[in-house]
């Protein structure tokens, strides 16, 4: 079933005049189905153009380290690696690296999109090295940091500031009023409202590609706010914990900030409809605001 | 220096829960952890996770079940504690708010899975791993649980008596990735490792990069036994590139396994003619192999899982991540062509030899996880047996090392000479000795037994980590830790796999004796302090030689075949002689193997061996 169909309806609201941009976006099922109609007509072609095994993959891959003389100096290196049927950028790096330049630096681990540390910046877009296939990709490919991250050395940027921001929405359930021995009910309806916000992988792509997170350091950003949304909506968390945490999310650098740029949701490998979470708690808060003023 | 009273080594499932139940019992807790714990490898768990939670089933059954997955080479006393404890520890988690699939009454869900008497595997989606690793992530975080990631544990800071038993750990030497910094983490209480898998041991695996066996090499080195390295679980349909698991669901829904002729060999050639694709995982990777090795595979290399057949809209409706996942790691479209699929290394059973409460025979260090061995699998793992285990065992070993009272372990460790029985099989290569980085010698625990002050075993250890980075770091020529891991990788996926034969083992053996042999060259090319990951990889090299080495002696040696452990030459389970573990300690830089008999009498009665039909 697709996440679209299983996201709840919500009614439109006066106050919140984005909400009806959400209608033209379409569902990363669509988007999905879409993305494999092309990769089949790349494919289909890369069969007319003769097979593209052995060829090489043009890879330009960023440099930078502190430390190292010769590559203070950001600069691109060249790299061209033997193309198998169904390589990733992540098998490329990890081919340039162990036969070409051990230096080469780069966050890797689950190599299935899971463990989220190599989320990199690649022909221009945040994408997950080991979720994106080189067929896919004009060349040569470039592979850069993610940007708006402070460089460590290479492909790896500085993550504390994206925990930080996770981390400030207080991210764990605090209800105290459990049942002895069994577990606490939960509905299926609410499980599938909250289930798309619970599939975070922490890669930082969506704060990475967002303008007001660029320009603004405090901003909590997607990830974080779509945190706050996973327990905001959890009706297992008790209501006074809703409310405490609605107010950090609405705080000065919180989700008002976000213009519905759409561009977290564009990103996001997990498909998770950041704007429309943002959304929703704009108009939660405005909901809880009503109440108490 | 860093100080805390209980250190815990890793962030994954049981690291989370291990640090966890050590600040429930009032230990000021911190986490060392070469990942930052959201990245660890527990989140790849897909199934579920295994409780006694219902009306009809008990924990009676679920020990019997696990007793019998096992093959009967699981220790009762840990068995059980497992099935005993496994109900309360789920249940807290869906307390911490872990997001389980639910029935429409609200309860969470549970499903049928292999080899269980009852549907006894609750689950969040597909997905149950990353769920529990992130809500306990959070509730470390809740704690203000102190983190310390992107250190790399190079060591573990012991005593050095003599006699292992008599050792004492006293923390761990932290490598920090981001500076290249060295330094000492000192345990007031104790060391709990939950350092994770070891997959990286062979060339083709469903594990992390980060799953080195980089545990069970220290606590090995250190003097702790491994037990049941051996037997090592294979699943049948990995996709080729990358190992990324497809789930038994696909077969389940009647997906279909062909050769590269187009024959649907588990029912063609004999396989499993009553079961077909859905005979048992170590079945179906037999008879994949069997096809590749007769010439009958794609490109020499796999066999064809189909499921066009089921329609698409089946497919979409039950099926659908199989298609991404096809799609984005091999770049196959599930609807319109056949998935590429071959066995890949999954999980290992055998592990850091613990009892019950986690420890291990030096005070002060303890395990979890799956670089442990509190003997639940056996033989033989139960799919959704490995998560409960973190968790249960993890608290176990948290609480433990932060003193708490948790009774007498039943389950005895560490070697004793006068009632251990050692192997009388030969060896093809004189194992261990080589490989250690000459300028340094043995690290920790070479026998002469004069450090015993906390600090200065620290200390000491320290150096030891600092001199062997200082001469990897100098060396600016040699053998790359690449080439050498590759060489291993492909002898351990070539020999030591699915399917063993002595003459295999042997050469194996061999291959791992070059590989420690090249080893003494290696270097680190990348000149660079900030993020070395070349140096980590030299690193977790000389660990997988290690893990290696023990785990194709363990296979020389068991001379029977018994669940995951396949041998030509002996094609039936001996319960006469091997109702016993196999046991490998590392004294003096050398391997011995030794055997410690399975414990079958639980609580209330005594698990008789029975064959294994399913
Ligand atoms: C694809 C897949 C699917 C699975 N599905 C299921 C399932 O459905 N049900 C089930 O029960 N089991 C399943 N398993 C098995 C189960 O997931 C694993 O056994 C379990 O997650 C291991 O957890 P762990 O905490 O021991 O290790 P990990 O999660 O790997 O954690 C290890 C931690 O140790 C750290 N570490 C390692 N070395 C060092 C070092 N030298 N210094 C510092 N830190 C270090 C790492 O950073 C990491 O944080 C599956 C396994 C795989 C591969
Ligand atoms: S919301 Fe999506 S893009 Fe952002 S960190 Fe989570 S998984 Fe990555
Ligand atoms: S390697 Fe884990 S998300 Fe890509």
Sequence with gaps: MSAQQQEPEEPETQEVPEDQEMSGLASPQQERLQRKQESKAQRERAADEGDLDGDAVHLKVFRYDPEVADKQEPRFDDFHVPFERGMTVLDALIYARDEFDSSLTFRHSCRQAICGSDAFFVNGRQRLGCKTQISELDQPVRVEPLPHQEVVKDLVVDMDHFYDQMHAVEPYFQSEDLPEGEEQRQSRENREKVKMSTRCIWCGACMSSCNIAAGDNQYLGPAAINKAYRFAMDEREEEEIKEHRLRIVEQEHGVWRCQTQFSCTEVCPKDIPLTEHIQELKREAVKKNLKFW | ?614
């Design chain 2, 1 to 614: 220096m860093y100080e805390h009273d209980v250190i815990v080594v890793g962030g994954g499932g049981a690291g989370l829960r291990a640090a966890i139940g050590a600040h429930e019992a009032g230990a000021d807790t911190a986490i060392v952890t070469k990942l930052h714990p959201v990245r660890s490898h527990t989140g790849a768990a897909e199934g579920g996770i295994n409780a006694a939670l219902r009306e009809g089933d008990d924990w009676e059954l679920h020990a019997y079940d696990t007793m019998k997955g096992s093959d009967y080479l699981g220790d009762a006393p840990a068995i059980e504690t497992l099935a005993q404890d496994a109900p309360e520890d789920v249940i807290t988690l869906e307390h911490w708010g872990m997001p389980f699939s639910r029935e429409d009454d609200g309860r969470v869900s549970q499903r049928p899975f292999g080899g269980l008497s009852f549907p006894r595997t609750t689950y969040a989606g597909a997905e149950t791993g990353h769920h529990l690793l992130h809500t306990m992530y959070e509730q470390a975080v809740k704690r203000g649980i102190q983190v310390y990631d992107e250190w790399f544990v190079m060591n573990l800071a012991v005593t050095d008596e003599p006699d292992p038993n008599d050792r004492s750990c006293h923390g761990v030497v932290g490598y920090d990735v981001q500076t290249g910094k060295i330094e000492g983490f000192k345990a007031r209480d104790g060391v709990v490792l939950a350092t994770g898998p070891l997959g990286q041991a062979f060339d083709h695996t469903t594990n992390a990069v980060s799953c080195t066996g980089d545990g069970q090499a220290m606590a090995y080195r250190a003097g702790v036994p491994l037990e049941d390295m051996e037997f090592i679980q294979f699943h049948p349909t990995s996709l080729p590139s990358t190992g990324v698991l497809i789930s038994e669901g696909v077969r389940g829904e009647g997906g279909i396994l062909y050769n590269n002729e187009g024959e649907r060999f588990m029912f063609e050639y004999g396989y499993a003619n009553n079961d077909g694709e859905l005979a048992s995982r170590d079945v179906v990777s037999r008879a994949e192999l069997t096809e590749v090795n007769e010439g009958r595979g794609v490109n020499d290399e796999y066999v064809h899982l189909d499921m066009r057949h089921l329609g698409e809209e089946r497919i979409m409706d039950r099926l659908e991540n199989i298609l991404h996942l096809a799609e984005d790691f091999e770049g196959v479209d599930g609807l319109v062509e056949p998935m590429p699929v071959k066995p890949g290394q999954h999980y290992a059973m055998g592990g850091i030899e613990t009892d019950e409460n986690g420890q291990t025979n030096i005070d002060g260090l303890y395990a979890a996880g799956e670089c442990a061995c509190v003997s639940v699998h056996g033989g033989n793992r139960l799919g959704g047996n490995a998560l409960p285990e973190l968790i249960v065992f993890g608290k176990r070993a948290g609480r433990h090392a932060a003193g708490e009272d948790l009774g007498e372990a039943r389950i005895e460790t560490g070697y004793s000479p006068d009632v251990e029985e050692e192997t009388d099989v030969d060896f093809p290569v004189e194992p261990g000795e080589a490989g250690i980085e000459p300028a340094v010698g043995e690290p920790v625990a070479d026998g002469a037994g004069q450090v015993t002050d906390a600090d200065a075993v620290l200390e000491r250890a320290v150096e030891a980590e600092r001199e062997r980075v200082d001469y990897l770091m100098d060396k600016d020529d040699g053998v790359q830790h690449a080439e050498i891991r590759s060489k291993l990788q492909k002898a351990m996926t070539r020999d030591v796999n699915v399917f063993r034969t002595e003459e295999g083992i042997k050469r194996a053996l061999k291959v791992i004796r070059e590989c420690r042999e090249e080893y003494q060259d290696v270097y680190v090319d990348d000149p660079s302090r900030t993020f070395n990951t070349d140096l980590q990889m030299t690193v977790e090299t000389r660990n997988l030689i290690d893990v290696a080495e023990t785990i194709a002696l363990g296979a020389l040696v068991r001379e029977e075949f018994r669940g995951a452990h396949w041998r030509k030459e002996h094609q039936e389970r001996k319960d006469d002689e091997w109702l016993k573990h196999t046991m490998i300690s590392w004294n003096g830089g050398k391997p011995s193997v030794w055997y410690r008999p399975v414990i079958l009498e639980g609580e209330g009665e005594t698990y008789e061996p029975k064959v294994r039909s399913y």
